[in-house]
């Protein structure tokens, strides 16, 4: 199970996997050891009378991953092709088979499902993503994972290398040779290499990628700490200083006082000439519970800004402070912004560790309209390099919608995977990606970022001393002249219309 950024960077996605009391590596279970799936048949009639179809093992398409379902339990295991270790992912089945054999697991606050196709194969989707994983049924776990991994420091680092050698698509496009980066490093760890030692050698590997989907945390009290978090260089570093004055800014133009929502991560107002304005600075942790509680918070916000979408001349989104999220929590706004389904992208993994060029099929995720108050008309997207993982998915998804959405500001941040945690040992776990978002082109925007359609200036210095935003009045403008262009089209039609009736 991957896990979407809810912050800054992916050090957040880490520490959230223990945050929110899910298990950390190592915790409830020696590192390696195997658990006990020899009582399937009886445990898995603890829910609905029946023997779970789903108790077993399960390799993933992709991901380096294992579920093992025992009874009630799901369990992971992180595999490379030299190393077994458990996962960070606990979770407890939650309610009775669905229609189709679909069971869910509650993992914290969070829950994924899985859905059999037949007796050897099983589809996962996790609450909050987007898409889907394939798993195949294995007749056992694997030797490795038979027995405790070793945990010596020469085995962590091996650990930690394979990780990115099989699951990483990136080297190339960050022009870092992986393999010398291995020759270099590995001849310096030794028995007495301490844990803080191992740190920095990890973290002198992963600052080269400048990649914000990479992460490194220290595993103390069975809670993970962020010690390392890429970014792309060049790109503006956000601060509660930031993003105190640049809401100020923003502020200055609405023509009245900002509706907060989801605790102030969502905003609502208006601009002059009838134009929407809605801030989304990040797509999650709007409520506490499950993935529906963020929906339904996400949706007052909605509403209140398309109350009356017949009499809004446009919108302007803006996510420039948005550090990521819930890529579904994006495709619920865009589907409140069409009357016609469209592809937003497709996504594809990584699936042979021992060749960076060969990937999953690839898996259109599609944006439906709503069955809500919905808005069709003139949308603006403002970015920033603070605009992150699914603040950059849902801009992509806008990219597909018709009629086009203007994006104004700077590019993206550049990265758009679902964010992979990896136990390393019970001192460490790394945050990765292994995925690509595709374009209609099958290219990606990984690395530069999604470009605007017109660059301005984003909370630069100059701008924020003079409370002056650039981008929004930008997209105000082009907004307003787009919809007076649209009324002079629509009076143009109607006089001709009156003309060829004339007798």
């Known amino acids: 199970m991957t896990r979407r950024n809810m912050g800054r960077a992916a050090a957040t996605a880490v520490a959230l996997a223990t945050a929110a009391g899910l298990a950390a590596p190592g915790a409830g279970a020696a590192q390696g050891a195997a658990p006990d799936t020899t009582q399937g048949s009886t445990q898995g009639t603890a829910q609905g009378g029946r023997a779970n179809p789903l108790e077993g093992v399960w390799r993933m398409d992709g991901y380096g991953a294992l579920i093992v379902v025992s009874g009630d339990r799901l369990t992971t295991y992180d595999v490379t092709a030299h190393s077994c270790v458990p996962g960070w992912i606990t979770a407890t089945r939650s309610g009775p088979p669905g229609p189709d054999g679909t069971i869910r697991y509650a993992v914290g606050d969070n829950a994924l499902t899985l859905t059999p196709k037949g007796r050897d194969r099983v589809v996962e989707r996790e609450e909050g993503g987007a898409g889907s994983k394939s798993l195949d049924r294995l007749a056992a776990l694997p030797p490795l994972c038979a027995e405790p991994a070793p945990n010596d420091p020469l085995a962590v680092f091996d650990r930690f290398w394979e990780n ?17 980066v291995r020759d270099e490093k590995r001849p310096t760890i ?3 290499t301490t844990v803080d030692q191992l740190q920095a050698v990890f973290v002198d590997m992963l600052r080269p990628l400048g990649d914000a989907h990479t992460a490194l945390a220290r595993v103390i009290g069975g809670h993970a700490r962020p010690v390392f978090s890429g970014q792309r260089p060049g790109t503006t570093e956000e601060t509660e200083e930031l993003t105190a004055r640049a809401r100020q800014a923003s502020a200055a133009q609405l023509t009245g006082p900002e509706q907060l929502f989801a605790n102030g991560r969502l905003g609502v107002g208006r601009l002059p000439d009838g134009i929407g304005y809605l801030r989304v600075s990040s797509f999650g942790r709007y409520a506490e519970g499950g993935h529906q509680n963020q929906l339904d918070e996400l949706d007052r916000a909605l509403d209140a800004v398309l109350a009356d979408p017949d009499h809004l001349a446009g919108l302007v989104v803006d996510v420039r402070l948005n550090g990521g999220g819930s890529d579904a929590l994006g495709l619920h706004i865009a589907a409140r912004l069409t009357d016609h389904p469209y592809v937003a992208y497709r996504k594809v993994a990584r699936d042979d560790p021992a060749d960076p060029t060969k990937f999953t099929r690839p898996e259109p995720i599609t944006v439906r309209p709503s069955a809500g108050a919905r808005f069709d008309g003139p949308v603006a997207v403002l970015t920033s390099s603070i605009s992150t993982s699914a603040a950059e998915t849902f801009t992509q998804a806008m990219m597909g919608r018709s009629p086009h959405v203007l994006r104004v500001g700077e590019n993206t941040q550049g990265v758009y995977s679902d964010v992979m945690i990896k136990a390393l ?57 787009d919809a007076q262009g649209d009324q002079d089209e629509q009076g143009h039609q109607g006089h001709q219309g009156h003309q060829d009736r004339r007798p």
């Open 190 to 192: 030794t028995p007495a």
């Open 425 to 481: 040992s019970p001192d460490l776990m790394v945050g990765l990606p292994n995925e690509k978002y595709l374009t209609r082109d099958g290219s990606t925007f990984d690395g530069p970022g999604i470009p605007p359609d017109v660059r301005t200036p984003v909370f630069t210095p100059d701008e924020l001393a003079a409370l002056k935003d650039s981008a929004l009045s930008t997209a105000r403008r082009m907004l307003t002249e």
């Open 164 to 180: 990115f050698e099989e699951n990483y698509p990136f080297f190339a496009a960050k022009g870092v040779d992986w393999h010398a």
